[in-house]
């Protein structure tokens, strides 16, 4: 792989944390340093949606709008953090499931999209498996699905801290520390591996992240570039 990333990314961060039932603490500021990490590593173009800006209608549709530009060789990114279900993630008003946010993302041409979410249970919407029957035909809809916890965990935090434990690991990693070869880009694997045990060793054990998906182990996610703290 070359030293150079010669791609741009696209990153739609949603962080929900005013829900009308069970409010939640982190997830708009998970959000926020989520867009903050990619704003300064990279040549991104950005767009947070936050709590009642956050409908399930509002993300299919910016999702659909923001990644469309992207050519085959740029990089998609849908962050969430808020409450999960089996099969996709609770919007403000109501469920916005995996197949839903599959096939918004199939308009772009992107080879390289995922999706990182910072929710409980999330795990279970590697359940979602019936795009992979009813859509096969649907191109580009392939998408790499990074999620905080199994489908028997929750996403923990702490109260001494800013964000979520998978929040925290995935700035990290972007920042760099997931960069083993130091070439300054960091793929699939090299994300998952410090991620995973970053997050297994914080919280003792007690939370597990996985991924998911059709994706290469050196699909590029990031180039770091040091832009900012």
Not at 61 to 89: C, T
Not at 134 to 157: C, H, I, Y
């Amino acid at each position: 792989m070359s030293a150079t990333l010669e791609a741009k990314i696209y990153l739609v961060s949603v962080g929900i944390s005013k829900y009308e039932r069970n409010p939640l603490r982190l997830p708009v500021m998970d959000a926020k340093a989520l867009k903050y990490v990619y704003d300064h590593n990279g040549d991104t173009n950005s767009v947070l949606i936050i709590d009642e800006d956050a409908t399930w209608e509002n993300v299919l549709e910016k999702i659909r709008s923001f990644f469309a530009p992207a050519s085959e060789n740029d990089i998609v990114v849908l962050f969430f953090s808020g409450h999960g279900y089996q099969g996709g993630f609770c919007a403000y008003n109501g469920l916005l499931s995996y197949d839903a946010i599959r096939e918004a993302m199939a308009v772009s041409k992107s080879k390289n999209k995922m999706i990182f979410a910072d929710a409980c249970y999330s795990g279970n919407m590697r359940q979602g498996k019936k795009a992979d029957n009813t859509q096969n035909t649907m191109k580009n809809a392939n998408v790499m699905l990074f999620l905080s916890s199994r489908n028997t965990e929750t996403s923990l935090e702490s109260s001494l801290m800013d964000n979520g434990f998978f929040t925290y690991a995935l700035q990290r990693a972007l920042r760099g520390g997931a960069d083993v070869n130091r070439d300054r880009i960091i793929t699939a694997r090299e994300l998952f591996n410090y991620v995973s045990k970053k997050v297994s060793t914080e919280t003792e054990g007690r939370q597990h992240p996985v991924m998911w998906g059709k994706f290469s182990n050196n699909m590029p996610v990031i180039e770091w570039r040091q832009k900012g703290k």
